[in-house]
């Protein structure tokens, strides 16, 4: 058996990684362990050629690193979609969230909002832009810094609204997740897993792989908020 398999990914993926890598090694004796951190601290890790075996991250950002060489081309793997939920502190009131108007209106509202550096608060940023309320709200947003869950800030009180994959947001404490954004504003992530080149174990990174995106990792990925890809 080859040595222990490294993974690196983003805090989105961190408890169904886990959760699946442990399957792994019960089923075939194979050690995977992931290190989960900031999506940005994760690609430029990879950028570097820090020493992991594979990279789950959003998958533009995986397309991105095989351009430039940092995985192998020809080895990603879609692992599973996620939408973007809104959080309050527990027993809070809860806005109404259900529409898009009815989203902006909220959001207009809060005392403070909060969202990701990832790509859920990338789109929370193009979002508010393209309803003309950016400037208004530029003084009430914050963006929580790489690796620390916005809900956690929602939890602490230090953001009224919070936005980030529901995967991150709703095995957190102190924090009750009122619903998605809207169908009409939801966007969608798919995050993929690639052989990184550094690795020195690519076949048995490839069958890692193969793992996360294979029909036997179904309901782990729905019991932490996402879907199959």
């Known amino acids: 058996m080859s040595e222990q398999i490294t993974g690196i990914s983003s805090m ?20 995977v362990v992931v290190r989960s951190v900031g999506g940005v601290d994760a690609a430029r890790r990879v950028e570097n050629g820090d020493r992991f075996d594979f990279v789950v991250l959003a998958a533009d950002v995986i397309d991105r690193l095989e351009t430039a060489g940092h995985v192998v081309s020809g080895s990603r793997v879609d692992v599973a979609r996620s939408g973007v939920a809104i959080a309050v502190a527990a027993g809070a009131p809860r806005p109404d969230v259900g529409t898009e108007a009815a989203l ?17 608060g990338s789109h929370l940023s193009h979002l508010f832009e393209r309803w003309g309320i950016a400037e208004t709200i530029a003084l009430r947003v914050v963006q929580a810094p790489p690796g620390v869950p916005v809900g956690a800030l929602v939890a602490r009180g230090e953001v009224e609204l919070g936005f980030q994959q529901l995967s991150e947001l709703m095995h957190l404490p102190g924090i009750d997740v009122i619903g998605s954004l809207p169908t009409e504003v939801q966007i969608v992530t798919v995050f993929a897993a690639a052989i990184c080149t550094a690795s020195r174990q690519s076949d048995a990174a490839k069958a890692v792989l193969s793992f996360l995106a294979s029909s036997e990792a179904r309901f782990a990925k729905l019991r932490h908020g996402m879907e199959p890809a």
């Open 104 to 120: 902006r209106e909220t959001i207009l509202a809060a005392r403070s909002i909060g969202y990701s550096t990832g790509p859920s």
């Open 12 to 31: 989105a993926t961190r408890q169904v990684l886990a959760e699946l890598v442990q399957d792994y090694e019960r089923l075939t004796g194979q050690p």
